[in-house]
């Protein structure tokens, strides 16, 4: 079994900073891709960032330049550093990692979310 515990999340004010972390624990062998959705109320589950076992990232259009994904060097933990954060940032943060599981599948586990708040 996988597990995945974030932090970071809070209250910041339109302009800050805040740093979200997500470490990885369990049975685990490697993991492929990890990165980070985000879910505002009456909204969908949209992806942020991701990140590659390559370290190849991704960015939704909203965060480019001012979001940055990265992974720890055991490759188990995954950062998102958010900076000029807007209002409309303000969402449920979730984490996410793809685990191999046999020949080129994999099974994606899930954080149980931290909020974000931005307030202007």
């Known amino acids: 079994q996988v597990q995945l515990v974030e932090s970071g999340g809070g209250l910041v004010q339109a302009g800050g900073s805040l740093t979200l972390s997500c470490a990885a624990s369990?049975?685990?062998?490697?993991?492929?891709?990890m990165g980070w959705y985000r879910q505002a109320p009456g909204k969908p589950r949209d992806l942020v960032a991701s990140?590659?076992?390559?370290?190849?990232?991704n960015y939704a259009d909203a965060v480019k330049g001012r979001f940055s994904i990265s992974r720890g060097n055991a490759k188990n933990t995954v950062y998102l550093q958010m900076n000029s954060l807007k209002p409309e940032d303000t969402a449920v943060y979730y984490c996410?990692?793809?685990?191999?599981?046999?020949?080129?599948?994999?099974?994606?586990?899930w954080g149980q979310g931290t909020q974000v708040t931005v307030s202007s």
């Open positions: 369990g049975s685990i062998s490697s993991i492929n891709a």
């Open positions: 990140i590659t076992s390559g370290d190849t990232t």
């Open positions: 996410y990692a793809d685990v191999p599981t046999y020949r080129f599948f994999s099974q994606r586990y």
